[in-house]
């Protein structure tokens, strides 16, 4: 598929019609790459590159795994106040759908 393909308006109206927002950025920039190509940059720094060779695809299917449930359950972030990122997002939501209390005075 083309770059033009991902902007064109039929699949904006596509899109739309199934409820999917759509995440595409302006032709020409890559903002909407950051942070997948974040998360690669570390999953390669700190999975991939330190243990290579990698013999066979299920060593790589495995460690892939099990970094994949490191990284959404187990790693501590500092911007999250020091909280796996699935804690941070049950938290979240959590306190999203709380009834708000509101007093008339």
């Known amino acids: 598929m083309q770059p033009r393909q ?9 899109l739309d019609a199934a409820g999917i ?5 302006s032709v020409g920039d ?9 998360t690669i940059g570390l999953f390669k ?3 991939i ?7 066979t695809l299920s060593q790589v299917e495995l460690a892939t795994a099990e970094w994949a449930d490191w990284y959404c359950h187990r790693r501590l972030h500092g911007e999250t106040g020091h909280v796996p990122p699935v804690e941070y997002e049950t938290n ?3 306190e999203l759908t709380k009834p708000q209390v ?3 005075i």
């Open 6 to 14: 991902y902007t064109s308006f039929r699949l904006a109206e596509h």
């Open 21 to 25: 927002a759509a995440s595409i950025g």
């Open 30 to 38: 890559a903002y909407d790459n950051a942070l997948m190509e974040s």
């Open 45 to 47: 720094t700190e999975l």
């Open 49 to 55: 590159k330190p243990q290579r060779p990698w013999k």
């Open 92 to 94: 979240y939501y959590t």
């Open 102 to 104: 509101t007093t008339t």
